[in-house]
DNA sequence: GACCAGGCACATC
DNA sequence: GATGTGCATGGT
């Protein structure tokens, strides 16, 4: 559950301590919303590091006998992951680790995408028969932050994220508690929060820097431009 | 050689 | 609903 933290805690004035802190983050790094899919799906429990290692290794994989996951722009093309077998797609994943679980998991969302939308990104969006939320969630392999980074960074659409940096971060500042629910969390920023895309795209970019770089298990509040919250 | 990283499904209680 | 476990590579 939440914490009793002050029900006015001023979620914009953290935010704009980050983003003066670190600036804009330029999330997410990738060259179409598709690869942000893949992406999302990539670094579950990963480091983006070996997320890069894994893309790369799939970019590079220009075979002369088959096709190459690269359309001619440069982007994705996600008929090339919907026809590669899981195996196949396995072995160039494999820096990224887990490596047969998150194959198992790309194919899982390309059969939903392709069943149910023949393949186009653009209608997935613009489904109005229903919460897409809901859809992807039953994607067998896509958990809450996964759909609301697919959402947020491919879609533009306001759903916060929350993940392990959010956690940490804002728990040791007792502001959520840290055994608090995904939903709990994202309520605790959502009702608070102007519902707005690009505050939350990079927000949510904003406190995995400042996790990164400053609550990691051994944590840096010396330097922290949010050591001012234990003031208040 | 531990420990960690932008989770999730499934089993069990 | 809470807790435990498997999934795996690569960086520190």
């Not at 330029?26 to 060259?31: E, S």
């Not at 919907?82 to 899982?108: E, M, T, V, W």
């Not at 960074?153 to 995904?182: C, I, Q």
Request: positive net charge.
């Amino acid at each position: 559950m939440i914490n009793p933290s002050p029900p006015s805690v001023d979620l914009l004035k953290i935010y704009h301590r980050l983003y003066t802190a670190f600036g804009p983050q330029h999330w997410w790094p990738a060259a179409s919303r598709f690869e942000v899919i893949v992406g999302a799906i990539l670094t579950q429990n990963t480091s983006w590091k070996n997320v890069e290692k894994a893309l790369k290794s799939l970019k590079d994989n220009t075979p002369s006998t088959s096709q190459t996951p690269l359309l001619e722009n440069g982007e994705f093309n996600p008929k090339w992951f919907y026809d590669i077998p899981r195996n196949q797609l396995a072995r160039l994943i494999r820096a990224s680790g887990f490596y047969n679980l998150k194959a198992s998991r790309l194919k899982a969302f390309m059969t939903f995408l392709y069943d149910e939308y023949g393949g186009a990104l653009d209608r997935m969006f613009l489904d109005t028969t229903g919460p897409l939320r809901r859809k992807l969630l039953k994607v067998s392999g896509l958990g809450p932050e996964t759909v609301d980074s697919i959402l947020l960074y491919a879609g533009d659409k306001p759903y916060f994220v929350v993940d392990a940096y959010t956690r940490r971060v804002f728990s040791r500042h007792a502001l959520v508690n840290e055994k608090a629910s995904y939903s709990e969390i994202q309520d605790f920023f959502m009702k608070r929060l102007p519902l707005n895309a690009s505050l939350f795209n990079e927000y949510h970019a904003l406190i995995v820097n400042v996790g990164k770089k400053y609550c990691k298990t051994k944590p840096d509040c010396e330097r922290c431009p949010l050591a001012y919250l234990f003031n208040e």
